[in-house]
């Protein structure tokens, strides 16, 4: 059984920067792909951020292209999401996915596992 465990979410003034870590475990993780979600309520969920476990490609959303940065240690089973430049638009719980293939995917409903999730706020 897969299981994802995020870390790393926070309190921070606009214009700052968080580094959001998904330990991944229980599953083999060769030839999937992973990504980053978010989520404010009342809200559907959105599509941040994904890289297939290879590293070969990589997706961002609309409106984080060019301050978040994602990437995978394959070694210690962990994907990342650097954020810069953070925005109170920003706020939300970040949410970390995994799909059991690595065709490449945005919608929520075609990933597998999902995390528990981390709160950041981004706020003056």
């Known amino acids: 059984q897969v299981q994802l465990r995020e870390s790393g979410g926070g309190l921070v003034q606009p214009g700052d920067s968080l580094r959001l870590s998904c330990v991944a475990s229980g599953g083999e993780f060769a030839w999937t792909l992973m990504a980053w979600f978010r989520q404010v309520p009342g809200k559907e969920r959105e599509f941040v951020a994904g890289?297939?476990?290879?590293?070969?490609?990589?997706d961002y959303g609309d409106s984080v292209k060019g301050r978040f940065t994602v990437d995978r240690d394959v070694m210690k089973n962990i994907m990342t999401l650097q954020m810069n430049a953070l925005q109170p638009e920003d706020t939300a719980i970040y949410y970390c996915?995994?799909?059991?293939?690595?065709?490449?995917?945005?919608?929520?409903?075609?990933?597998?596992?999902w995390g528990q999730g981390t709160q950041v706020t981004v706020s003056s």
């Open positions: 890289i297939t476990w290879s590293g070969a490609r990589t």
């Open positions: 996915a995994h799909k059991r293939d690595f065709k490449f995917t945005t919608e929520p409903q075609d990933f597998d596992y």
